[in-house]
């Protein structure tokens, strides 16, 4: 008993000391440990499985667990919608998105953020963890200058960067996955964990796909994003008066395209708006639009149909 | 004949060993950041736009030399100094001593393979086997788009945008 109770305590401390690093410092340190001889191989696959089961919530959520969520977010995105094949206007697009990413809090990503038009005339833009961005045709035609397609992403790059997604898995299902790789150490998974597994990641993606289909984030998290669409546009130089414009053009639409996808689950445009002017008086100088900009912008737009 | 182990001995001995690894983790591992990204470079100087100077990938492991807004200049186990942007790195939360000189820049595959762990590869394949209505080819297509630093960088100065604001 008595040594039980010291197990359960330096568990305890273990996790205290664990807590202030990271999870590729724990796998270093053990290794750190394993290869001077202080410690042997099985002891080093239990301090592993240790740290595995110590993680607990969505920020415990590895960059490339998080990629391999999103791609499979993606796939369930498109396998709703058709993607609207023009590349030239797709490239502009990534390249509008990446340049505003590089002045995000989170400019490495995984694999990096891509963009891709969704051939679809509902208004929407989607972003799925690990920085794979969908945005419509409707709502790319909206737009009308550079700044404010620029301005639509970045708040679609704040989703990502904030890890929104992420936070829309249900704790009881990470908490599981976590106590299944606890459980093991081995470099591949056995038939029956990853067959536990992937029920668990079945059930994380519809976490999150019923969340950006379906219900939508709190408002909370579009407020957050709005505010960070405003800090990394204006860190890029853009306008950060495009999302207001985009935002006006919504303002009393009631089409069916209005009604569907994205503002169907965000606040009002007039609420976003409000917030977004305060947001934009706060900043020490707003960048203002730029002729050239424009002039590229309805090159590639020409191309929309 | 050696005596199997108690059980109360074997708790004591995993608790040093416990011990031993939170302070292997403080005081080896204070200094080092470990890349977890899948591709990125080391630079010149603080800025994405910079001479790229090495190749690095998830896993390698840095010294921490110095920091400048949210830039990270470290050091490989080659010698090879440069910086790496902060969000491309795991960085361990508190700074107390200098990481052994002698750590190795190559992670070995077993250490790869764990850090693999999770939600991975085999876990999609596995995925994508139970559902054969959910394709993927759009979604490898989405990731094999690139663009350039180069290219961003003409884009930003043709455009009057990030550092390049203002200019003529």
Redesign the interface.
């Known amino acids: 008993m008595?040594?039980?109770r010291?197990?359960t305590l330096?568990?305890v401390?273990?996790g205290l000391?664990?807590s202030?690093?990271?999870?590729?410092?724990?796998?270093?340190?053990?290794?750190?440990?394993n290869q001077t001889g202080?410690?042997s191989d099985k002891?080093k696959d239990?301090?592993?499985k240790?740290g595995?089961a110590l993680r607990s919530t969505f920020a415990d959520?590895?960059?490339?667990?998080e990629?391999?969520?999103g791609?499979?977010v993606?796939?369930?995105i498109?396998?709703k919608y058709s993607?609207y094949n023009n590349d030239s206007l797709?490239?502009y697009v990534?390249?509008?998105g990446?340049?505003l990413a590089?002045?995000s809090?989170?400019?490495?990503?995984?694999?990096?953020y891509?963009?891709?038009i969704l051939d679809t005339e509902e208004l929407n833009a989607l972003a799925a963890p690990g920085g794979?961005i969908f945005i419509t045709k409707g709502l790319l035609r909206r737009c009308k200058d550079?700044d404010t397609l620029a301005l639509v992403l970045s708040h679609e790059i704040g989703h990502v960067c904030a890890k929104h997604g992420l936070q829309a898995i249900k704790k009881s299902r990470l908490l599981d996955?976590f106590k299944i790789?606890g459980s093991e150490?081995a470099?591949?998974?056995a038939p029956a964990q990853?067959?536990q597994?992937?029920a668990i990641?079945?059930n994380?993606l519809a976490d999150i796909v019923g969340q950006l289909i379906e219900r939508g984030y709190d408002r909370k998290y579009e407020y957050e994003a709005d505010k960070l669409a405003v800090t990394f546009g204006a860190k890029?130089?853009?306008d950060p008066d495009g999302i207001t414009r985009f935002l006006q053009t919504m303002v009393g639409d009631t089409s069916s395209a209005a009604g569907k996808g994205w503002f169907r689950t965000h606040p009002t445009p007039e609420q976003r708006i409000d917030k977004l002017k305060a947001e934009i008086a706060g900043l020490s100088s707003v960048?203002k639009l730029?002729n050239?900009?424009t002039l590229?912008f309805k090159q590639y737009f020409s191309s929309l149909r | 004949m050696e005596r199997p182990m108690k059980?109360?001995n074997r708790?004591?001995s995993?608790?040093l060993?416990?011990?031993?690894?939170?302070v292997?983790?403080?005081v080896?591992?204070a200094d080092?950041v470990?890349v977890?990204?899948?591709t990125?470079q080391l630079r010149k100087s603080p800025q994405?736009f910079s001479q790229a100077v090495v190749a690095l990938k998830?896993?390698d492991?840095l010294t921490r030399v110095s920091e400048e807004n949210g830039w990270i200049q470290v050091k490989t186990a080659a010698g090879i100094v440069g910086w790496i942007?902060s969000?491309?790195v795991?960085?361990?939360?508190?700074n107390l001593l200098a990481m052994?000189k002698d750590m190795k820049t190559q992670t070995?595959a077993?250490?790869v393979?764990?850090?693999?762990?999770?939600?991975?590869?085999?876990?999609?394949e596995?995925?994508r086997a139970?559902h054969g209505?959910?394709?993927?080819i759009?979604?490898d297509k989405?990731?094999a788009?690139k663009?350039l630093p180069v290219?961003?960088e003409d884009?930003?100065k043709?455009?009057?945008?990030?550092e390049f604001?203002g200019a003529k």
């Not at chain 1, 989170?106 to 990096?112: F, S, V």
């Not at chain 2, 043709?158 to 990030?162: A, T």
Request: charged fraction near 20%.
């Open positions: 008595r040594a039980a010291t197990y330096a568990l401390c273990l000391g664990l202030l690093v990271g999870c590729s410092v724990v796998e270093q340190g053990v290794n750190v440990l202080q410690i002891d239990t301090l592993l240790t595995e959520i590895k960059e490339e667990e990629y391999y969520i791609r499979a993606a796939a369930l498109l396998s993607v797709t490239q990534n390249i509008v990446n340049s590089l002045y809090n989170r400019p490495e990503i995984y694999a990096g891509h963009f891709l794979m550079e996955v790789l150490a470099q591949r998974f990853l067959s597994l992937t990641f079945e994380v890029t130089a853009y960048p730029e050239v900009r590229r | 059980k109360s708790y004591v995993l608790v060993l416990m011990w031993a690894l939170v292997v983790l403080v080896f591992a080092t470990v977890k990204i899948q990125t994405f998830a896993g492991r942007h969000s491309a795991e960085i361990p939360k508190f052994d070995k077993s250490e393979a764990l850090a693999g762990k999770g939600f991975n590869k085999q876990v999609e596995s995925y139970k209505e959910v394709s993927f759009w979604v989405m990731i788009i663009v290219q961003i884009f930003l043709k455009g009057k945008l990030g604001r």
